[in-house]
């Protein structure tokens, strides 16, 4: 399995254990299972849950299979600490996205940029974020803790853009 993504592992400590975290297009779970290990209990979603599937036995983790570009959103709002974004990009999810965390819960979301055709796949540019695109998504709806868009050279060269923000407590 292919380590998790930096951005994911600096910015999980700030979870909070006031509900389950969600793993939005989960693929093997890698995020999962970090999540789990460190304490959190994790709820998956993925239109393809087969290689998820293979991690089950954890008693905190719950695997729901949809397909998030054409189904209705299937969790109920607010419900999560946390939603953790990792390699997705379907823009038509982003307010339910917002919607699905709980006060106080935390936004991380990390993935493709506009420029990552030059280090290979995703270059369409349905899948790349423009710059500074999640920042305004978040700007006046979440506090907006970090932000980074850029080059990386792990997991892989790539230009990438991640966010860390936090819904406000009401």
């Known amino acids: 399995m292919r380590p998790i993504s930096p951005w994911i592992e600096k910015y999980s400590k700030l979870i909070p254990q006031n509900g389950p975290v969600l793993d939005v297009a989960c693929g093997s779970g890698r995020h999962s299972l970090y ?4 304490g959190y209990d994790v709820i998956v979603v ?3 849950t087969a290689e998820i599937s293979k991690i089950q036995g954890y008693p905190n983790l719950s695997i729901v299979e949809a397909d998030l570009e054409k189904d209705p959103w299937p969790f109920s709002k607010p419900a999560f600490s946390s939603v953790v974004v ?3 990009l379907w ?3 982003f307010p339910d996205l917002l919607d699905a965390l709980l006060p106080g819960g935390i936004l991380l979301y990390d993935t493709f940029a506009q420029g990552n055709e030059r280090y ?4 369409n540019p349905d899948f790349l974020l ?3 695109e999640l920042y305004n998504l978040c700007q006046g709806k979440l506090e907006i803790l970090d932000f980074m868009h850029g080059y990386v050279e792990v997991p892989k060269p790539a ?3 991640s966010i860390a923000a936090r ?3 009401e």
Request: glycine content about 12%; overall charge positive; charged content about 25%.
């Open 35 to 38: 999540l789990l290990g460190v």
């Open 46 to 48: 993925d239109i393809d």
């Open 86 to 88: 990792v390699n997705y």
């Open 91 to 93: 823009r038509p999810l």
């Open 120 to 123: 290979g796949r995703p270059s």
């Open 130 to 132: 423009a710059p500074g």
């Open 159 to 161: 230009l990438r853009q």
């Open 167 to 169: 819904k406000p407590r």
